[in-house]
């Protein structure tokens, strides 16, 4: 009754949860919801009897603004990781192939199997960024996606503008990039990539970004995508029918008209990560973490959870969330106690 395949599509693995410890095992923000969005949320929560406005016109209107473009520009979805799996949906078929820097967004690999593509993983560079010259040499013809993560997670590197002309002028104009802007908010590089502007000079390329980092809103999850009218068209035909809730709606709404208000909260990130970075002999970000690479992350994580701190492992190494001034100085009274 089941596919045959499904055994080989790795399973998504959350940040370990543990209510009486510090978590900054995933990349949420440790600050509440602004007080605006959640007034919005709940009243929009009054009504959740009622189905939510399926086309999300009103946020779409709001994206546009926000963002000098046009509603038809803008696609919402149920996070931008739920946009991420559309865009593999209506440009992949079985033995077609998304390419992808590693290691970057763990989703990425089962994006590609989930619509029976093939997953081609390129490792990063010894830095921490995209192999962009590695990249461009992977494709072949059954090449449809591309995404590139920036700042990438978990390394928190960005690309520079040049080196990302010279990969999209070896790129085919009928081949995706799907520009995954999940820490836009946190980024401070000035010589960078934005996909607004992007998407101008590219009718191959997609934003993505998200409502769950920065802005706070990971429990109720809404992200957006921005391209092209017929990139934008496409995703919502492949979309979960009423896929992002009322609530979250108001409260991406909100959040957009208070869009000072959270650049503010953002700036103390950026004031301490580097601080962290430092500390845990760890690379300097442009999100809101931290990444120790080569180092035994299970020995790390388990000498961190010891100090109640979860930190989050991979193969590769650890990654560590930096939102405040209070998480961080905790994060490092751990690392310091546990001997690391």
Not at 185 to 192: C, G, I, M, S, V
Not at 305 to 324: H, I
């Amino acid at each position: 009754m089941i596919r045959a395949d499904l055994d080989s599509i790795p399973a998504y693995v959350p940040g370990a949860r543990n209510d009486a410890a510090l978590k900054v095992s995933s990349n949420e923000t440790a600050v509440a919801p602004l007080p605006s969005a959640a007034r919005a949320m709940a009243e929009a929560a009054a009504g959740a009897n009622r189905y939510p406005d399926m086309g999300a016109v009103e946020l779409k209107a709001a994206l546009a603004e926000h963002l000098g473009l046009t509603p038809e520009q803008v696609a919402v979805g149920n996070g931008s990781s739920a946009l991420c799996q559309q865009l593999a949906q209506i440009t992949c078929t079985p033995g077609d192939e998304i390419i992808f820097p590693w290691r970057s967004f763990e989703a990425y690999p089962i994006f590609a199997r989930i619509v029976g593509a093939t997953p081609v993983a390129v490792d990063l560079l010894a830095d921490g960024r995209h192999d962009l010259d590695a990249m461009a040499d992977a494709i072949t013809e059954r090449t449809r996606l591309i995404f590139l993560c920036n700042p990438n997670n978990p390394s928190g590197q960005t690309l520079t503008q040049g080196e990302f002309d010279e990969f999209m002028a070896k790129v085919s104009a009928d081949v995706v990039v799907g520009l995954d802007e999940a820490y836009f908010e946190y980024n401070r590089a000035e010589d960078t990539p934005v996909a607004t502007e992007a998407i101008a000079e590219h009718p191959n390329v997609v934003g993505l970004r998200t409502f769950s980092k920065a802005y706070g809103l990971a429990g109720v999850r809404a992200g957006y995508a921005f391209g092209s009218p017929e990139l934008m068209q496409a995703l919502d035909k492949v979309a979960i029918p009423f896929a992002v809730s009322s609530v979250a709606q108001a409260g991406a709404i909100a959040s957009l008209a208070a869009a000072d208000e959270l650049m503010e909260r953002t700036e103390e990130t950026v004031a301490v990560r580097d601080t962290v970075a430092d500390e845990l002999g760890a690379l300097r970000s442009e999100a809101n973490f931290v990444w120790l690479p080569g180092v035994d992350a299970q020995q790390v994580a388990a000498a961190m959870a010891e100090q109640n701190v979860l930190v989050r492992a991979f193969p590769e190494g650890v990654r560590v969330t930096v939102t405040t001034e209070d998480e961080a100085q905790r994060v490092i009274a751990a690392w310091r106690a546990a001997g690391l």
